[in-house]
């Protein structure tokens, strides 16, 4: 239970996702997605054109491939 835990919840959720988040800045949004494709899946949005296919179906909006729009 990570609440119970909180400082140790902290430090794995930073042990897990720093090489994320530090990837992210070094590279930025679509340097990281050419690097790790399976990032891809965590853009919803990209240059104001929807690319969440669940989203877009909800709410009869286009969708767009955010690996086009990324250049990837």
Do not use: F
């Not at 042990?15 to 340097?31: E, K, P, S």
């Not at 997605?33 to 690319?51: D, F, P, S, W």
Request: aromatic content about 2%.
């Amino acid at each position: 239970m990570p609440g119970a835990y909180a400082r140790t919840a902290t430090q794995a959720l930073n042990n897990v996702t720093q090489r994320w988040i530090t990837l992210l800045a070094d590279q930025g949004v679509a340097g990281a997605c050419r690097v790790r494709k399976e990032m891809l899946g965590a853009v919803n949005c990209t240059g104001g054109k929807l690319t969440c296919a669940p989203v877009g179906e909800a709410h009869g909006m286009a969708v767009e491939s955010a690996a086009e729009l990324l250049g990837v």
